[in-house]
């Protein structure tokens, strides 16, 4: 009976182990911040972490696509961002800290609309 006990917690403790290493943002340099001119492709509004397309002019002046993760949607409304904040076509500036990797995107900070409006989302 013990060692059924004990082979369930296990397997509980161990199944909880992914939930931890989701969260952790190393992937990010969380040193550095950078900001990127382009159009949103797609603003994912959505739990666990937010998604952000963005259509970024190359140097040979072809469009990237340039992904980014954000916080969680109460964390970004408590910011004041919506799902309807920007939407599919809009030109925006996105802060950023970059990927470690150097590969196009990052985890966002905020951002500035068009018309200047400005979102933080961290504290």
Not at 11 to 29: E, I, K, Q, R
Not at 41 to 54: D, G, Q, T, W, Y
Not at 83 to 106: E, F, L, Q
Request: glycine content about 12%.
């Amino acid at each position: 009976m013990i060692r059924l006990i004990s082979v369930t917690l296990c397997s509980v403790l161990m199944g909880a182990l992914p939930a931890f290493a989701h969260h952790a943002l190393t992937a990010y340099d969380r040193n550095k911040s950078k900001s990127v001119e382009g159009v949103v492709k797609e603003f994912r509004f959505v739990n666990p972490h937010a998604r952000l397309i963005l259509m970024v002019p190359g140097a040979d002046g072809s469009m990237k696509a340039w992904d980014f993760e954000g916080g969680g949607v109460r964390r970004l409304q408590s910011r004041g961002l919506t799902s309807s904040t920007i939407a599919a076509g809009d030109k925006i500036t996105v802060s950023y800290n970059p990927m470690r990797d150097g590969s196009t995107g990052g985890f966002f900070l905020g951002l500035t609309t068009a018309d200047g409006k400005t979102y933080a989302t961290r504290r």
